[in-house]
């Protein structure tokens, strides 16, 4: 009896390191197929566990299927995201365009380190019901922190006072998960470069640029 629990933890342990190895295998055969112009939706679990180098049962021992292979993933990387998001969303009154722009490049790396599994999720939430609800979920924390920014800001004179601070903070989210998911690619850096200089562009002059902060600090130049 005492050697038995021991034993069956190292049995847990090693299948959790397993599915994780397996996961790995499977999330880089994954962006190889994005790579060759294969969509997540239209590749057949027998292709993806091929490429990844095994079997289509052990895909199956450790996975229900693609979609559950992607929230696996999708619940760490949003760790990531909102980390970089913090990044934006505790900038204040002193803030520049150039640390705006440093900020936002934090998140559109994340994007970017994981542009094909991203795509992947984009393609199968459009099929697969728990998956789409994650992602919706994950876009309204967004919404949720860049409104909490937008309402700090305004009641510290950073952010533009007129601002409607729910409406605002949806589109803000909306045009950065649309920027992100149609206009950034691993393989284009002039797109890349584009979307990143517009995106600071654009939120700071929403946001920003016409709050009492701002305005005075452009009349004393």
Same mark, same amino acid.
């Given at each position: 009896?005492?050697?038995?629990? &021991?034993?069956?933890?190292?049995?847990?342990?090693?299948?959790?390191?397993?599915?994780?190895?397996?996961?790995?295998?499977?999330?880089?055969?994954?962006?190889?197929? @994005?790579?060759? +112009?294969?969509?997540?939706?239209?590749?057949?679990?027998?292709?993806?566990?091929?490429?990844? +180098?095994?079997?289509?049962?052990?895909?199956?021992?450790?996975?229900? +299927?693609?979609?559950?292979?992607? =929230?696996?993933?999708?619940?760490?990387?949003?760790?990531?995201?909102?980390?970089?998001?913090?990044?934006?969303?505790?900038?204040?009154?002193?803030?520049? &365009?150039?640390?705006?722009?440093? @900020?936002?490049?934090?998140?559109?790396?994340?994007?970017?380190?994981?542009?094909?599994?991203?795509?992947?999720?984009?393609?199968?939430?459009?099929?697969?019901?728990?998956?789409?609800?994650?992602?919706?979920?994950?876009? $309204?924390?967004?919404?949720?922190?860049?409104? =909490?920014?937008?309402?700090?800001? $305004? @009641?510290?004179?950073?952010?533009?006072?007129?601002?409607?601070?729910?409406?605002?903070?949806?589109?803000?989210?909306?045009?950065?998960?649309?920027?992100?998911?149609?206009?950034?690619?691993?393989?284009?850096?002039? $797109?890349?470069?584009?979307?990143?200089?517009?995106?600071?562009?654009?939120?700071?002059?929403?946001?920003? @640029?016409?709050? &009492?902060?701002?305005?005075?600090?452009?009349?004393?130049?």
């Amino acid at each position: 009896m005492t050697t038995a629990a &021991p034993r069956n933890g190292k049995k847990r342990i090693d299948s959790k390191q397993r599915r994780r190895e397996i996961r790995d295998r499977l999330l880089a055969a994954i962006d190889a197929l @994005a790579a060759d +112009g294969d969509t997540y939706s239209t590749v057949s679990v027998e292709k993806l566990a091929t490429t990844a +180098g095994i079997s289509r049962a052990t895909f199956y021992i450790y996975f229900e +299927g693609k979609a559950d292979l992607l =929230q696996a993933w999708f619940a760490e990387i949003l760790e990531e995201f909102a980390d970089a998001a913090d990044r934006w969303w505790s900038l204040g009154a002193d803030a520049t &365009p150039d640390e705006l722009a440093t @900020a936002l490049d934090a998140v559109l790396d994340v994007y970017l380190g994981h542009a094909g599994l991203m795509a992947a999720i984009n393609d199968e939430a459009t099929q697969n019901d728990e998956l789409r609800a994650t992602l919706s979920g994950a876009i $309204q924390r967004g919404i949720e922190g860049t409104r =909490q920014h937008i309402e700090r800001g $305004q @009641a510290e004179g950073f952010v533009d006072p007129d601002l409607l601070a729910a409406e605002t903070s949806a589109w803000l989210v909306w045009l950065i998960e649309r920027g992100m998911n149609q206009g950034l690619g691993a393989g284009d850096d002039e $797109q890349s470069r584009l979307l990143r200089s517009n995106l600071t562009s654009v939120i700071w002059h929403v946001l920003y @640029a016409g709050s &009492p902060a701002h305005r005075a600090a452009a009349g004393r130049v």
